[in-house]
Nanobody, 125 residues
């Protein structure tokens, strides 16, 4: 059974850091593209970052570029999202998504086959 699960969310002050984890089970994460999305009430789910199967290509939303870093640990079958210099607008429920597609737009939620339950990130004083 192919599943992904997020962890690492919590409450952090502006300017702080958090590291989110997306752990896959039932499949090798190094064979799939993995993305992080986030969603807040009243807004559509938006792509935050993406990493390819090999782990040698990454993409970021303009709003997080330079502050967030996505990485992959194949031995742990886990994808991480290191978030630094956090802002209140980074608040949201963060989801990990997995796709087996070979050609796709990474920001398109319809391209992903497997989703985690989400982990809440709240940036507030």
């Amino acid at each position: 059974q192919m599943q992904v699960a997020e962890s690492g969310g919590g409450l952090v002050q502006p300017g702080g850091s958090l590291r989110l984890s997306c752990t896959a089970s039932g499949f090798p994460v190094n064979y799939y593209g993995v993305a992080w999305f986030r969603q807040v009430p009243g807004k559509e789910r938006e792509g935050v970052s993406w990493i390819n199967s090999n782990g040698d290509e990454t993409k970021y939303a303009d709003s997080v570029k330079g502050r967030f870093t996505i990485s992959k640990d194949n031995a742990r079958n886990t994808v991480y999202l290191q978030m630094s210099s956090l802002r209140p607008e980074d608040t949201g429920n963060y989801y990990c998504a997995v796709t087996g597609a070979t050609s796709y737009s990474w920001r398109d939620v319809n391209q992903y086959d497997y989703w985690g339950q989400g982990t809440q990130v709240t940036v507030s004083s």
